[in-house]
């Protein structure tokens, strides 16, 4: 039976680059000269730092302009709070989604449910495996899903004939 996977992952050598793209930015322009302006990439978390709130807000507008500019979806980076690190000096940790979360799953499933579509759905982990009987069906899903969940950032992949 024709199927498809929904899930939620950025391509991880885009973030890298936009991070290190972001980075070499922040060396060059003028208004960072002999502050501590500063990102770096661990794991799945980007780490930005700065002297005040306002630097970490530019620099995540750099940040979130390189992603976009590489194709990745700035929904992916999930910002937390900023965080005080020793006199003057901030830092803010966003986390790059991946995987879909148990509720966002069960949404999906339930807006395939009730298209009353000819297509059944299953949550496998952190994805969700849409089956049905013919391409057009799953393609349709395929455009719901896109119309209906627009929270985060989903792609389909392993679509099988």
Request: net charge neutral; with cysteine.
């Amino acid at each position: 039976m024709p199927s498809f996977d929904t899930v939620c992952e950025p391509n991880m050598v885009d973030v890298k680059n936009a991070v290190e793209n972001t980075a070499k930015e922040i060396g060059t322009r003028f208004d960072f000269k002999g502050t501590s302006a500063n990102i770096e990439l661990k794991d799945k978390d980007v780490i930005l730092f700065g002297d005040a709130d306002f630097q970490l807000q530019q620099v995540e507008d750099i940040l979130r302009a390189k992603l976009t500019k590489r194709n990745v979806d700035a929904r992916y980076l999930d910002v937390g709070d900023v965080q005080k690190i020793g006199g003057d000096k901030v830092k803010q940790v966003a986390k790059v989604r991946e995987g879909i979360e148990s509720e966002q799953a069960k949404k999906i499933v339930k807006v395939l449910k009730d298209s009353k579509m000819k297509v059944q759905a299953s949550i496998q982990g952190d994805s969700v495996r849409v089956t049905g009987a013919k391409r057009d069906d799953l393609q349709a899903a395929m455009a719901l899903i896109k119309k209906e969940i627009d929270d985060i950032p989903l792609t389909f992949n392993n679509f099988r004939d």
